[in-house]
């Protein structure tokens, strides 16, 4: 069946980078566009942008503008994400999710099983 | 940014009631770009219904979504034990934002 499948979770010190990968299965993975949301504990969803899996396009949400990078690999079906200059309030749980139409701004159908990225000294 | 205000916080309701949860917007948006997310403890969203009132693949005609301009709704008939999860909207008519959440508690 379709699905997202995130990398592990991982502990970061404040200032360094992360990444996380989601590895999309069961559907033809250029036809969906990929979106990253964020959750931090206890809070609500936060949307960080959007990338076109066909193109490569991207949109990102202004608040991350400048730190925040999306790619895509169609050759594995692979979407990725690195945030840098990390602070404590990165600390979430981050998902992927695909896009339920074309556009970038745009609702989510099917999500990863999420990420929990601690930043912490 | 388009701040949405769901209400109320917490519904505590029995198997069989009808919960209504409100999404208000703090401006219009584009079209109908309106969609409705159910999450459970430690689980990934699951959409609900997008477009406002358009049911997503595999949900129960027991879920509905309705409104228009800045006023949005989310009614679910007849609650079942494990309709018990925090239900979020979102908007995506621009820069998606979500509300902050509605939890639905089965008595």
């Known amino acids: 069946q379709a699905q997202l499948v995130q990398s592990g979770g991982e502990v970061k010190k404040p200032g360094a980078s992360m990444k996380v990968s989601c590895k999309a299965s069961?559907?033809?993975?250029?036809?969906?566009?990929i979106s990253w949301v964020r959750q931090a504990p206890g809070q609500g969803l936060e949307w960080m942008g959007w990338?076109?899996?066909?193109?490569?396009?991207?949109k990102y949400a202004e608040k991350f503008q400048g730190r925040f990078t999306m790619t895509t690999d169609s050759s594995t079906s692979t979407a990725d994400m690195e945030l840098r200059s990390l602070r404590s309030d990165d600390t979430a749980v981050y998902y992927c999710?695909?896009?339920?139409?074309?556009?970038?701004?745009?609702?989510?159908?099917?999500w990863g099983q999420g990420t929990m990225v601690t930043v912490s000294s | 940014e388009i701040v949405l205000t769901q209400s109320p916080g917490t519904l505590s309701l029995s198997p069989g009631d009808r919960a209504t949860l409100s999404c208000r917007a703090s401006q219009r948006f584009p079209s109908n770009y309106l969609a409705w997310y159910q999450q459970k403890p430690g689980q990934a969203p699951r959409l609900l219904i997008y477009?406002?009132?358009s049911r997503a693949i595999g949900i129960p005609d027991r879920f509905s979504g309705s409104g228009s301009g800045t006023d949005f709704t989310l009614t679910i008939s007849r609650l079942e034990p494990e309709d018990s999860a925090v239900f979020y909207c979102?908007?995506?008519?621009?820069?998606?934002?979500f509300g902050r959440g509605t939890k639905v508690e089965i008595k």
């Open positions: 477009g406002i009132s």
């Open positions: 999710a695909r896009c339920l139409g074309t556009a970038y701004y745009d609702a989510f159908d099917m």
């Open positions: 990338i076109s899996t066909y193109s490569g396009n991207t």
């Open positions: 979102q908007q995506y008519g621009t820069s998606p934002t």
């Open positions: 069961g559907y033809t993975f250029s036809s969906y566009d």
